[in-house]
């Protein structure tokens, strides 16, 4: 059993399950086994595993066979750069949220005071930390689910910054006090007839709770831009993910509100339409 030789029966294993990328897979957990960096597989191909790494490993794959996303099993995934903690309390932060990020960081950018922004349902933290990482700012992180708040905290201190952060459980804009210059959010969004059309590793695997947005997609959202300026400073900013599929149902939502003004939606790095920014009127 050399690197070679289960890299082979880890790919083959997968991808008879219909898991995604197995070769990535397979050598994400495999360096698992053996620490130190993917490249190092290749490096020492001919290395021949124990029993004991073989058992480790038979594990691995057989909870990967069964659709549980990497970042679960290795319990961190990666965001702008960061590793953040993962378990099945939260959504595994994804990388078009890194767009959400920059622009928050766009609106902040030459501000003379220090900027007050909020991170709704921030779930393992990944927007809010990592803006807390960019900005000398203060920053909000809430969320409905104490695990989720549990788990930004952890993620907050293994950042360090910790020191810079209020988390404050609570459901959507309820739980926040004064007013802000952005009110950021990576909602739940998935429409309820949608929810069984997920892939399985997102259906199988990452909680409900992140993910339903009810049967038009909007019940979390809808609340949230209409309540919206109430908490946001003069020229305050929201951003907020959005589903690429009903961002007209979003455009029309946004033109109702009066209270928001120059409502656009911003596509991400992969060019689907995924977020909506506005600013108080
Ligand atoms: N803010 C977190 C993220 O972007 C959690 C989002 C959610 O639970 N809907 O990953």
Redesign the pocket.
């Known amino acids: 059993w050399t690197t070679e030789k289960l890299l082979d029966w880890m790919t083959h294993s997968l991808e008879s399950h219909e898991v995604d990328s197995p070769r990535v897979l397979a050598e994400m957990l495999l360096t698992e086994v053996y620490g130190g960096n993917r490249i190092d597989l290749y490096a020492n191909a001919q290395r021949v595993a124990s029993e004991d790494e073989r058992e480790q490993l038979r594990s691995l794959v057989a909870r990967a066979m069964k659709h549980e996303p990497v970042q679960y099993i290795l319990g961190k995934s990666l965001f702008f750069g960061h590793e953040f903690s993962v378990n099945q309390s939260?959504?595994i932060?994804?990388s078009c949220?890194e767009v959400l990020v920059m622009q928050a960081i766009e609106h902040c950018k030459g501000m003379t005071h220090t900027p007050r922004v909020a991170?709704i349902?921030?779930?393992?933290g990944?927007?809010g930390i990592t803006l807390a990482k960019q900005l000398d700012a203060d920053i909000t992180l809430t969320d409905i689910c104490t695990d989720a708040l549990a788990l930004a905290q952890e993620n907050a201190e293994n950042l360090g910054v910790s020191e810079s952060l209020t988390l404050i459980q609570g459901d959507g804009l309820e739980p926040l006090t004064g007013t802000y210059d952005v009110l950021c959010s990576?909602?739940?969004y998935i429409l309820s007839h949608e929810m069984d059309e997920l892939a399985p590793n997102v259906k199988e695997w990452e909680p409900a709770l992140?993910l339903h947005g009810g049967q038009d997609g909007l019940e979390i959202i809808r609340p949230m831009l209409e309540g919206a300026h109430e908490f946001l400073s003069e020229n305050g900013c929201i951003l907020i993910e959005v589903l690429p599929s009903i961002t007209a149902e979003i455009k029309a939502l946004m033109t109702s509100i009066l209270t928001l003004r120059e409502g656009v939606i911003l596509k991400d790095q992969f060019g689907d339409e995924r977020f909506l920014r506005a600013y108080k009127s």
């Open positions: 939260t959504l932060p994804r949220t991170d349902g921030t779930g393992s990944c927007i990576n909602p739940p992140a």
